[in-house]
């Protein structure tokens, strides 16, 4: 490889070299051709290869590597749409309020940015139908547990809460150039189209993350710290001995709503 296309560590640069995982990936997202697909980081275009005999209604890329828009541009030429911009700048809103269905997205994410990415999908969930990610295993196997198991956290209760989470197959770092230290995981999120039964999310959120923070902690003690004791031992739609990774989305959502209304009742 020249040295002007050498992979860069700070653009969590691992390239999938194994033209069968390429393939199993863009798979799983089960394109049609009415389907608009949005894919981050194409990189070299190892994914984006397989998107294109898809042959989606419409498909744009996401990439921030100068280096790596040129060699698409040259490869694919004017049947793929560049978004030569940083992921984490880009306005969803803005760049999707033109397709009239909920949009596809594909990515072998770049590692170092995973949990930004997934947040920014999610302030965006309704935008969205779908999204197939390859992440280190240990960030899939995070987004996709089940309460009562130590990967369970802030990431399973956010991302299950906007979306069903499926974790689908494991790859190994023989199968990346260069072969990165951790193996991967590739998983899909379908989102719901809304969020029943929640009736303040950034509340939602906040108390989540809270909880979360001190996760040996019994509730009782973590919202204190966050929220005023009186209101705290009020609360009765949960038991307050339990720790958070005890409770399901559900649960939270419960528990959410009705801090929710202590709090709209303290400050009526
Ligand atoms: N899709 C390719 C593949 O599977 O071989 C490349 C995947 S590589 C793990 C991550 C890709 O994301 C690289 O192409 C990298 O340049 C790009 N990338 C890194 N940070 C980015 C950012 N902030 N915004 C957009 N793309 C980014």
Not at 46 to 60: C, E, I, S
Not at 66 to 73: P, T
Not at 102 to 116: E, R
Request: glycine share 4%; charged share 20%; net charge positive.
């Amino acid at each position: 490889m020249p040295e002007s296309k050498r992979p860069l560590k700070r653009f969590s640069q691992n390239f999938l070299t194994n033209p069968l995982v390429q393939k199993k990936i863009v798979d799983a997202l089960q394109i049609t051709t009415n389907d608009t697909v949005i894919e981050i980081g194409p990189g070299k275009g190892a994914l984006t290869t397989h998107v294109l005999q898809a042959n989606p209604a419409a498909f744009q890329v996401i990439e921030i590597d100068r280096r790596w828009i040129e060699h698409l541009k040259n490869s694919f030429g004017a049947a793929l749409h560049i978004i030569e911009q940083d992921v984490l700048t880009v306005n969803f809103p803005t760049l999707l309020t033109s397709f009239s269905q909920p949009v596809k997205a594909l990515g072998n994410l770049p590692y170092h940015i995973t949990s930004p990415i997934l947040f920014k999908l999610i302030d965006n969930y309704q935008l969205f139908h779908s999204a197939v990610l390859m992440t280190q295993k240990e960030v899939a196997r995070r987004i996709t547990a089940q309460p009562r198991s130590k990967e369970y956290g802030i990431l399973a209760v956010l991302c299950q809460t906007y979306a069903q989470t499926d974790y689908l197959f494991e790859v190994k770092p023989g199968n990346f150039f260069p072969a990165p230290s951790v193996d991967s995981a590739v998983f899909r999120l379908t989102f719901y189209p809304r969020v029943d039964g929640l009736q303040n999310e950034a509340l939602f959120r906040t108390l989540v993350r809270g909880v979360f923070n001190t996760r040996r902690k019994m509730l009782r003690n973590s919202l204190s710290r966050i929220y005023d004791k009186s209101i705290v031992y009020s609360l009765e739609s949960v038991s307050l001995d339990r720790r958070p990774e005890e409770l399901t989305v559900q649960e939270f959502k419960t528990l959410s709503n009705e801090l929710n209304q202590r709090l709209g009742q303290v400050h009526a």
